[in-house]
């Protein structure tokens, strides 16, 4: 039995994992203004964003790779 994408859990997972990261780092990264003043915080505040967009580009990939492996490669669910 075939459920829709947005009805499983590792769609729920996934998603979590990829908005969780960031919004966690951003607000780690301003919560003291510091980013704006010091120049050592806004590179680590630099450093953070550029890896929490990388993580969202191995999560897309994933996902990618996930739909192909259920389609078949081909657009058409196994089970169709």
């Given at each position: 039995?075939?459920?829709?994408?947005i009805k499983t859990t590792e769609f729920w997972i996934s998603g979590m994992m990829?908005?969780?990261?960031p919004i966690v780092?951003?607000?780690v990264s301003v919560r003291d203004g510091s980013a704006l003043s010091?120049?050592?915080a806004l590179i680590q505040s630099v450093v953070l964003?550029?890896?929490?967009?990388?993580s969202l580009f191995?999560?897309?990939?994933?996902?990618s790779a996930r739909v192909k492996v259920k389609t078949?490669?081909?657009?058409?669910?196994?089970e169709d």
């Open positions: 039995m075939s459920k829709p994408g990829a908005l969780v990261g780092s951003i607000c010091d120049p050592e964003v550029v890896s929490n967009i990388s191995a999560v897309r990939g994933y996902v078949n490669g081909n657009g058409v669910s196994d």
